[in-house]
């Protein structure tokens, strides 16, 4: 469904309604007028002929033609009308022309009765007796006949008039009413500036709204909104936790094995049936041994000390962005490319941490690649998978799990290569996996796989 | 069709077409009109006649004039203005009114051309007989001052005689030979052998040229005029009182407008038998009008009485009881009109009804000219005449039976019906007015002097190409013809057609 101002949602629904007052309107308001005016003017009429009739029908006792035409006349060019003197049927004196007199007068075939008069096409026929008091005229009348052609047309302006003037106010009231909504929906706006400012973790309108059951709903909403964070905080705790005791878990794992050969190591060396070299061999291996258990320990507590994972609910494209414009800022020489499908994919994680974790492999793939590097963000079903390759040479996929575990020796110096290990546990305290495996291009591509909400 | 016959026939269809439409703009159309009769005279203080009047009608002008619904209307005077006493009218004459000669209208034509027809030698002296007296104000302005006041007077003035003349021209002795009038049109020639009269329109007339530059008058009887008309020779035919079933408004227009006019039979007392009352009321009541209407005019109206329909005084009701009154014996002669259509008819239907009641009545027929003769030297004893009036008021009719009128036709002499008349003009009061005339018509109906046929109705036959005719309630003699067109497109496809 398209979207629609609100202006223009007010308005479409008015429309119809607008039309209909508006011609209703103009049909009553000019109906109206000319009934008044017709009455009116029906009355007025009666009352010149009248008027007249007493000294008409001293004209028409004498037979005075002339004076008959004079006075119709008169009367006929200040009342706008055509007047008829009828005598016994016949025409006696007429405005409409000579050739009517002495004639029969003949009344329009199609005719309409209406209030007392008679209206045949455009034409009014107001017809009044005239009586001789004291002389017999026969059947005596005067016959007024008055164009409607003007009340029509007067009828017809004012309808338009009335027709534009309605729907020009309807159109003010609809504006009015559309200015009024947008007032009163001014505090539900305040209102949803607020729930999306809590939503984006702004400041929000300290004012408070002025719709009391609106002011409760923001309210209600700012504290479900703490209470919701105190619980993903809470949450976060527990899950960090958890993911300690899973480092641990995981230490303990990985230390199983060094140690077994340490134990190993120490039982050769003091085994009397085994030959001096082996002795020697294996009393040889002890440091080494010692140290790799040591250096996983100290990786471990340093994880377990320094990346304290606080989880939060947030976007984790601002996330990668953030930690590859910081590395862009740092390194310029080679190419580092971004790529995400959507603007905002919502994970619980640590930015600070993940952001280190990025870094690390961000930086490493820098160093190892030979012109770019590739991060990218793919939103599956079930996790997020964030993509640091690198078109290098790649690592040898068997010592993968000895620099996860901190066992590695760094290539850069001579020391503990601690960036990846860091980084597993980084990942680890998600809840995630750092998974590695060489793309297509040889180079090395690592995947940080967090689980999706 | 080679190449040179081609070329022959394009010139000759371009030497044909190409004068005919040079004609047809250069020579200005022709309103040809027709009339029944070369008018009597020229002088409007002589006539009586109707070709006389539509004649001068269009030649002369008075100080006022009849709109079509018999509204006074300023012609040469601009305004006017009556004393509350009704005794002095005060008249301002346009600035721009020329005779034309091109001298303008002043004041003193105005008192030359009044007093002239207040003159003895005036034949309508009687219509000016109230003035008293008339000053000159200035060039422009002038007053009649009445001896007392004389409402109709306005519509005296307004008539066919009140025609204002060049006071330095008028007493020439061949100045109605080539008359000079103020009117909308000049008077070119008067041709007595083809018997038409050829009129210009005056490009000075004060109300603007009129947009019938030249005009014909033409003779004819009405049939030959109908057959005129047919053949497009004809514009006009509204002098003719023609039905309005005539088939010759199957083609052309009608215009159709009551006049005020009575078709009667006059009678003259001082000619046996009627020269009895008896006789004249039984003859009144024999005579078959409602039957004569029908069958000759049916769109007339029934006559009520002498005066018009529609003017004061028409509804008389009187009638008379003649059933102990036998027919004489001696001969009657009615005379009709020649140019009338149907004479032969009209001639069988009277004779045939008349006898069937014992009456021996001989039907004739006579030129209108001799017929006028005979009916200003009281020669005939009994005619039919149309009585048209020169204004709106009944006593323009009512006096023709006055005793001292010359006019008087009947001879009849009612000292009662004088003495009346004579009341009717002193007062002022209207309904007064109405009862004194209607008493005096009373009388002259009781006196027979008139049967009275029917009010005719006015059916003019205007070609198509005729725009703007416009008829008047008085008579067709008052149609304004300075307004009427011809339509020169309507015309040159005419032409062309032919």
Known sequence: MKQVTLFKHVSASLNVYRWITAFMTAIIVSVLFSGLFFNYKINSDKKIISALSPYLSTLVVSSDRPELMRVLKSVSSNAQSQLVLIQDDMVLASTRGLEELDRSFVWPSSQVQVLGATISGHSLFISEDIKSPNQNIGAASVVMISDLSQILWVTLAIFCSILFLSFGASLFLSYRTQKTIKKALAPLEQLQSDIKSLIDGKEIETSPLMIAELEDIRNTVAQTKNKLDNAKDKLAEVKAKKLSAEAYKSLIHDLHNPVAALRQMVSLSQDETVDAETKTEAMNSLPRITDQILNQVTAAKKNLEENVVALRELNIIECVKDSVNQIKALESSKKLLIDYNADQILVPHDPNLLKRALNNLIENGLEAANSEVMVSVKNKDRHISIFVSDDGQGMDESLIPIYFQGRGQSGKANRQALGLSSTNHIVKSHGGKLIYRKNQHGGSSFEIRLEAL | ?498
């Open chain 2, 1 to 498: 069709m080679n190449f040179k016959k081609q070329l022959v026939l394009l010139v000759f269809a371009v030497g044909t077409i190409v004068p005919l439409s040079l004609v047809a703009q250069e020579k200005p159309y022709i309103y040809v009109k027709s009339i029944y009769s070369m008018p009597l005279t020229l002088d409007p203080i002589q006539m009586s006649d109707v070709a006389s009047i539509a004649v001068g009608n269009l030649i002369y002008d008075g100080l006022l004039k009849f709109s079509p619904e018999l509204e006074l209307e300023g012609a040469l005077a601009e305004s006017w203005f009556t004393s509350k006493d009704g005794k002095v009218i005060s008249f301002k004459l346009r600035g721009q009114a020329v005779f034309h000669s091109g001298e303008p209208v002043t004041a003193e034509d105005v008192k030359a051309s009044l007093t002239r027809a207040m003159s003895n030698k005036s034949k309508v002296k009687n219509l000016y007989s109230s003035i008293k007296e008339i000053k000159i104000k200035d060039d422009k302005n002038i007053d009649v001052i009445l001896k007392k006041p004389f409402p109709p007077f306005l519509s005296v003035l307004a008539g066919s005689t009140a025609k204002i003349l060049p006071k330095t021209l008028i007493n020439n002795k061949s100045f109605f030979d080539q008359p000079i009038g103020s009117g909308a049109f000049t008077l070119e020639n008067i041709d007595k052998q083809k018997k038409e009269i050829s009129l210009n329109a005056f490009s000075s007339y004060y109300l603007g040229q009129p947009k019938i530059a030249k005009m014909l008058l033409k003779e004819t009887t009405e049939e030959v005029a109908v057959q005129l008309a047919k053949a497009e020779e004809l514009h006009d035919l509204s002098i003719w009182p023609l039905t309005e079933n005539n088939n010759v408004f199957s083609f052309g227009q009608k215009i159709s407008s009551p006049v005020a006019s009575t078709w009667i039979i006059g009678i003259n007392t001082t000619k046996p038998p009627f020269n009895d009352l008896k006789i004249r009321q039984l003859f009144k009541n024999q005579i078959p009008t409602e039957k004569f209407r029908i069958k000759f005019y049916p769109d007339a109206i029934k006559a009520n009485g002498y005066i018009p329909n529609g003017l004061v005084g028409s509804d008389i009701d009187f009638s008379v009881n003649t059933s102990n009154i036998k027919p004489p014996k001696t001969k009657v002669t009615l005379i009709i009109p020649k140019e009338l259509s149907r004479t032969d008819e009209m001639k069988e239907f009277f004779e045939t009804s008349m006898k069937q009641q014992g009456w021996n009545l001989e039907v004739k027929t006579m030129e209108w000219s001799q017929l006028m003769k005979g009916y200003a030297n009281k020669s005939l004893q009994s005619f039919l005449v149309s009585m048209n009036m020169d204004y709106p008021d009944a006593d323009f009719l009512l006096k023709n039976f006055e005793s001292s009128n010359s006019d008087n036709f009947s001879s009849l002499k009612n000292k009662e019906i004088d003495s009346l008349l004579k009341k009717s003009r002193e007062t002022q009061d209207r309904k007064e007015r109405e009862q004194l005339n209607k008493k005096a018509l009373s009388l002259i109906e009781e006196s027979a002097v008139t049967v009275n046929l029917f009010y005719p109705r006015a059916n003019y036959w205007i070609s198509k190409c005729v725009q703007n005719l416009k008829p008047n309630m008085l008579s067709e003699v008052y149609i304004d013809y300075s307004k009427v067109a011809l339509d020169e497109n309507c015309l040159a496809k005419k032409l062309v057609s032919k």
